[in-house]
């Protein structure tokens, strides 16, 4: 269950580009369920012990451990032990709130361990391990200075996060592969085509379309998509309509098929599988948990 979740935007008509909130999970088994986002995401396990499926490996995490999933990557909690129940803290974040035009601080090359590691990297900075405590005051600092927003937090937060991907970078050195070069004014064409994806979800959008708005050739498109953010196109299109169905269920009692058709599903169908994929649960599911929360 997510709660008291706070958010920096980058960019005030899209959805939030980082984000924290704390979650919690009873101890059982569950049954796995393929997800995965658009998001990079950090998670402090704050207590309890869990198996983690990532990529469809399993990994036991407990109190302390730190777990790096990039976006794209699939992954879900199967198991959780009998002791206590599972506590985690969770930041999550879009690669483009790093490489945006206009972070000045911020470069590409940070989100090496995110988005070009190999399938032989473990996805878990164990609890005993000095940086593993130093992420871990770090990202509790962040969602405080995000709580109590006081003057230039946004900045404070934006400092703690270099830092996290400075340490992950040197830690992890060894497991990122080299990425696809891209120039400043790449960078900006590509903030530009995702900006009007965020602006056109409920539009009938095509490869083409979003390309041109870049004002780069499809292919070389996809290909710069893809090495900045981790997902293809279509995955990053898909979860950010899905990301804005939740919203269209958790603030007004629209029909879940009036809800399929303002977010640019093309079939009530693919809607539910698709918000399934993303969130764990159908859409009429997500709406009765929210109202009874």
Known sequence: MKTEEVVLRAKTKEQALFRMYYSSAEPGRREYIEHHHTEVELSYILCGSCEWQIRKRPFVCGQGDIVLLGSDEEHYITGIEECEPLKLLNLRFEPRFIWSPGNDLFDPRYLGIFLHHGGDFENRLPAGDAAAGFVA?????????????????????????????????????????????TSAEHLRRLDEALTYINENLASHLTLTKIARAAGMSNSYFSTIFKAMNGVSVWDYVTGKRVELAKKYIRENEKSITEISGLCGFNTIANFNRSFKMVTHCTPSGYRKTWMED
């Open 137 to 181: 005051r770090l990202m509790l600092e962040m969602y405080q200075e995000c709580a109590a927003a006081k003057p230039e937090y946004e900045l404070i937060v934006k400092a703690e996060l270099l830092m996290i991907l400075g340490l992950l970078g040197r830690k992890f050195a060894d497991f990122v592969h080299a990425s696809t070069p």
